[in-house]
């Protein structure tokens, strides 16, 4: 399946001077599928629909500010390769084009709509985050702002902390609303006080309740129309219905990830942001997994997922960044996550945790080996 009568040409294109408030008022009015920002004729980014609507800068802010860079699709390209543009693009909407011609914009929900009754033969089980961070429902909405920056997530599910239950979510998107709702009843001008007061604020009194959940067990496409149905981009994952622990995440990422999936030989890598790589190779990455995973146990690797995150934070011009790899293996999911300046100490830095975790993972099945040997010999007396 290609992407000919998934792609739209329903967008809007503006150029990159053109200010916020225009942009907003010709959204509202034509509710087109995305924004496509041009410069001198020739694309440069895109602004999703969230973005736009989400974002709290300024009326006169220049598109430019807004958008983000977005890979070029080709409009007959192969729907795998789409989502795996949009993937490492870490982008929710791209442009198409037709040759040199810009045709329209393509989305992760217009390829989750068009593949949906394939997704029948997938279960959460089979793609779900399960290295989840959670907040506890008595900490404040700065420790809830700290730890989605630090970890790069969108959300994080709010627990008991006693019992460890789930009892609610919160996003970004839960903590810009709330912003922009005290903005319109207090007003512009010196906020410092009130920002110091909302970050004082429990995150109890903003997250979402109850929560959307999936259960391991069910497939895919029950999932995908549940976040539709409900406009969420992500479900906490809770071992069963009736047992509401936290034990994974999956997100509309993770579906479009696994349309990338193969069943090739060699190790299938996806790299989110790859344009932070800098002095990295993709050939590199690969090599470096393969190492650590064939260093310690022949673990058959479906699918590794790299993730790159830049913070503000930098030393001598070059930026704080977090690297999170996550390997899908026949044996589950094995993963390692660290910081450092740059793309590339970060990677080595994550890739070390990496061989550590999956050393462990060696252990363990150690153990188990050596345990059914036990038992075999014990009913041998």
Do not use: W
Request: a negative charge; aromatic letters at 4%; glycine letters at 8%.
């Amino acid at each position: 399946m290609n992407i000919t009568d998934i792609a739209t040409p329903d967008f809007v294109a503006v150029d990159a001077g053109k200010r916020l408030g225009k942009i907003r008022a010709i959204f509202e009015r034509e509710n087109p599928r995305g924004i496509v920002v041009t410069e001198d004729g020739d694309y440069t980014g895109v602004i999703g629909e969230k973005q736009l609507v989400r974002s709290r800068m300024e009326d006169d802010t220049k598109a430019s500010v807004v958008m983000k860079s977005a890979p070029r699709i080709d409009r007959h390209e192969d729907v795998r390769e789409a989502a795996r543009m949009l993937v490492e693009g870490d982008v929710k909407v791209a442009p198409v084009f037709e040759g040199e011609q810009l045709y329209g914009v393509v989305s992760t929900d217009d390829i989750l709509h068009a593949v949906l009754d394939n997704l029948d033969a997938i279960t959460v089980g089979d793609i779900l985050t399960t290295d989840v961070v959670s907040v506890g429902e008595q900490a404040h909405v700065g420790q809830v702002i700290n730890k989605l920056r630090e970890h790069g997530v969108s959300r994080l599910p709010v627990v008991d902390e006693d019992t460890g239950s789930l009892i609610g979510i919160v996003t970004t998107h839960d903590l810009v609303e709330f912003v922009v709702r005290d903005d319109s009843r207090q007003g512009r001008g010196d906020r410092r006080g009130d920002l110091d007061r909302m970050l004082d604020l429990p995150v109890y009194d903003l997250m979402s309740d109850p929560v959307v959940t999936a259960t391991p067990a069910e497939t895919v496409d029950a999932v995908v129309e549940r976040m539709f149905d409900n406009d969420v981009s992500g479900l906490v994952v809770t071992p069963e219905a009736s047992d509401q622990r936290v034990h994974g995440i999956v997100t509309k990422t993770d579906v479009l990830r696994a349309l990338t999936f193969t069943e090739e030989e060699h190790m299938d890598v996806q790299i989110t942001n790859v344009r932070l790589l800098e002095t990295l190779t993709r050939e590199e990455v690969v090599e470096s997994i393969t190492a650590v995973v064939d260093k310690y146990q022949k673990m058959q690797v479906l699918h590794a997922h790299v993730r790159f995150h830049e913070h503000k934070e930098k030393l001598r011009g070059t930026p704080l960044m977090r690297c999170q790899i996550r390997l899908r293996t026949n044996r589950g999911q094995v993963g390692g996550s660290g910081e450092g300046y740059g793309a590339e100490h970060a990677f080595h830095v994550a890739l070390d945790k990496l061989e550590r975790n999956v050393l462990e993972v060696k252990g363990v099945n150690a153990d188990e080996k050596q345990r059914g040997q036990l038992l075999r010999k014990l009913g041998e007396l």
